[in-house]
């Protein structure tokens, strides 16, 4: 089952044609950046956003942030009337990104209220979310405004492509030797390519089936999507860690399409940390494992496709196979050990007779994994091909964080612990580190 995913992802991706732009003028556009102890970012990220894109309004939510994030957010929009500060406060706050986000939602809908643009315009305005540390290529209004994405009249959100904005820094993970740099290159450049090849192909997979999931970064919803995402629960995000996906599926279910959009990106930093990356990562599989609730509701709607529900639960079941996975090919090691002992003529004349193991090893457990750097090199960045069998080792080696994630995030079930967890950022982590160090 997994070879014929990686082969239904990875042809598509190989094959797929560029898309045509649009108009930006033709939409109204709002930007949410939700906020947790951001001040080491958010000014820069704020400057950017105001220069390259000058009408788009900017709604910054500080989520009862300690570090100063909302002095800095309500000074700057006191002089910027496209700034927007959402200010949220304990015990309110930190109750998760959707909780954040749902504040910008409701504080955006009283804006235009006050506009006298209640319920006018929904479908011409557009809300993209993006991360503190986001930034937005400048073709990227033009792209999600195209006739493939919002130019379309039932595409109700489109979801960018993500790269890593520190892909190429020599020196990724501050006060550390030249050990410690080499470890935080290789997991900056493993998670580059990650987003670029695997996620991106699955995402290009999904435009076939019509089942597209939404980041946290990156993207842009139709407001009337929304709203027609709210109409269930009052509110359009959910308290799912995973938050971007769930409102991708109630929009889905709403009726709109959902589309990717690999034309266009949206940077963000790479953690260098293995400590900060299974945290993060826990997060999202845990709210995978929470998002599983939908599939009754999926499989029951009209508006799903039969590919498109068998996508969403083929993604939804990834962490239970995953945690099979975890119990079984240790299982099957120690039973081929075993084996092996216990053999006519000995380990030695177990393996002769096994050696056949080894190529469907290759095939199974290493191929599917190794050849997304070379797409990699061939495709996304120009690299000597040397590089793409080296990372193509270190990206099979990479994925296995996957199974030590998902132990995590059932542990995290049953114990009933459902917070999220901000993972910092590398200038906030780089700051901690020099000061425990001194």
Known sequence: MFLTYTTLIVVPFARRRRARGG????????????????????AETLKRMRERFPDVHVWIIDDASTDGTGDIVAAIAA???????????????????????????A?????????????????????????????????????????????STDVGAVQVAVRMSNRDDP????????????????LVRMQDIEFRTTIAAMQVLRMRTVSV?????????????????????GEPWGHALLEDYEV??????AGYRTVYAHDTWVSQEALPSARRLLTQRTRWCQGGLQCARYLPRIYSSRNFTNAGALEAAYFLAIPYIQLAG???WPSVAVAMLVSGALAPGGILGWISSSVWIVPLWVLTGILPFSLWPLVYVLREERHPLWRAAVWGVGYWLYMYQSYVCVIRAFGRMLTGRRGWTKTRRNAEAGRLLLAVES
């Open 79 to 105: 002089g910027d009337s496209f700034v927007h500060a959402v200010i949220r406060r304990l015990p309110d706050a930190r109750t998760g990104k959707g909780a954040a986000l749902n504040a910008a939602y």
């Open 326 to 328: 975890s119990v079984l």
């Open 23 to 42: 108009d930006p003028r033709a939409f109204e556009w709002h930007a949410f950046i939700p906020c947790r102890d951001e001040a080491t970012v958010i």
């Open 171 to 186: 020196a990724p993970l501050r006060g550390r030797g030249r050990l410690g740099q080499a470890w935080a290159r290789y």
């Open 248 to 253: 991708g599926l109630r929009i889905m279910l």
């Open 213 to 233: 999931g939404l980041g946290g970064n990156g993207q842009f919803t139709r407001l009337s999507a929304l709203r027609a995402a709210s109409s269930a629960q």
């Open 107 to 151: 504080q955006l809908t009283q804006w235009r209220a006050l506009r006298g643009e209640s319920g006018t315009g929904d479908d011409r305005t557009i809300v993209v979310v993006l991360d503190a540390d986001g930034s937005l290529a400048p073709n990227a209004l033009r792209q999600a405004s195209g006739p493939t994405a919002f130019g």
